[in-house]
């Protein structure tokens, strides 16, 4: 269960908005995650028309697919680029407003009203601001998260999370000791210890 060296790793805020600028986001996708696809049962479990959280969402197209299904879809990105370039991908019209208990935080959102996403840091948000959530798809935050942010992490997601909600969470195995992430490694002890 050890991290090695990713222990103290930090990565700012400054060097996630450079990586969007300069187009270094081999993280991003452009073909839905298989593994959604395999386990779309369990986050929806029979259920219809879900509030669905995408935490660090860059612009993840299973935003719009799980939207096109009738899911309302909500998505925290510190990047401003990456959500406008998801909607002008997507050709989706949008607006955009401020977020008045966020300082400099903005919310844009599709003139249909079924895709909200905040630009903020994901720590600024709160079950007051954005409501609660029936399914959680983390594809790649936990793993991008400091890993000395993890419990500050999971206790918001946990905050965020309805009672019978399902999260759905992807993780990369490796050794640590020869990769300074991230993504970082997060043993499924500690996820186990931050999840219950």
């Not at 986050?43 to 299973?62: D, M, Q, T, Y």
């Not at 959500?83 to 607006?95: A, D, G, M, N, T």
């Not at 500050?152 to 300074?180: C, F, G």
């Not at 992430?181 to 002890?189: A, L």
């Amino acid at each position: 269960s050890d991290i090695g060296s990713q222990k103290e790793r930090v990565v700012t805020e400054e060097e996630w908005l450079q990586k969007w600028e300069m187009g270094n986001i081999g993280f991003h996708k452009e073909i839905r995650h298989p593994l959604l696809q395999k386990y779309l049962d369990v986050l929806l479990n029979g259920r219809s028309g879900l509030r669905i959280f995408f935490p660090l969402c860059g612009k993840a197209v299973e935003m719009k697919w799980l939207a096109d299904m009738g899911h309302d879809v909500v998505g925290v990105e510190v990047s401003e680029q990456a959500l406008k370039e998801f909607f002008s991908e997507h050709s989706l019209p949008y607006c955009e407003e401020p977020v008045p208990e966020i300082s400099g935080g903005k919310m844009f959102q599709s003139t249909s009203g079924n895709i909200s996403l905040y630009c903020c840091s994901i720590y600024e948000l709160s079950s007051s601001i954005v409501g609660k959530f029936d399914g959680v798809w983390d594809r790649g935050a936990l793993v991008a998260v400091n890993p000395c942010d993890r419990q500050r992490y999971a206790s918001l997601m946990i905050n965020l999370m309805e009672k019978n909600s399902s999260y759905l969470l992807v993780t990369v195995s490796y050794d640590p000791n020869k990769h300074k992430g991230p993504p970082f490694y997060v043993p499924e002890s500690e996820i186990k210890s931050l999840f219950g």
